[in-house]
């Protein structure tokens, strides 16, 4: 499965952005799909994730009832919606594939993508 990243940008806080993530590969519906972000100097943490068939999505605290991951498999692709977004959400923004359930370590995902910037002015 190969990903690709995109629709960062720089966004107002209280606005609203949405990441999308394409997968390229016929398995991809076979894995669940998580994000992931990583700010200057700081570890890469969870977002939030979503099962192989969108049945069951968990999410970070931090993002809790402001971001959705959604999933269209028939376009192989996965979707963040940020809404309201606050400058500490500021970070690279990374798409990833995990055979493993509603994970939420990186090192249970398998395949990567490259990673979209998001940077969101007060």
């Known amino acids: 499965v190969q990903l690709q990243a995109s629709g960062g940008g720089l966004v107002q806080a209280g606005d609203s952005l949405r990441l999308s993530c394409t997968a390229s590969?016929?398995?991809?519906?076979?894995?669940?799909m998580g994000w992931f972000r990583q700010a200057p100097g700081k570890e890469r943490e969870f977002v939030a994730t979503?099962?192989?068939?969108?049945?069951?999505?968990y999410y970070a605290d931090s993002v809790k009832g402001r971001f959705t991951i959604s999933r269209d498999s028939a376009k192989n692709q996965v979707y963040l919606q940020m809404n309201s977004p606050k400058p500490e959400d500021t970070a690279v923004y990374y798409c990833?594939?995990?055979?493993?359930?509603?994970?939420?370590?990186?090192?249970?995902?398998?395949?990567w993508g490259q990673g979209t910037l998001v940077t969101v002015s007060s």
């Open positions: 979503i099962t192989w068939n969108g049945g069951s999505t």
């Open positions: 590969g016929r398995t991809f519906t076979r894995y669940g």
């Open positions: 990833a594939a995990s055979q493993i359930l509603l994970a939420t370590q990186p090192h249970r995902y398998n395949y």
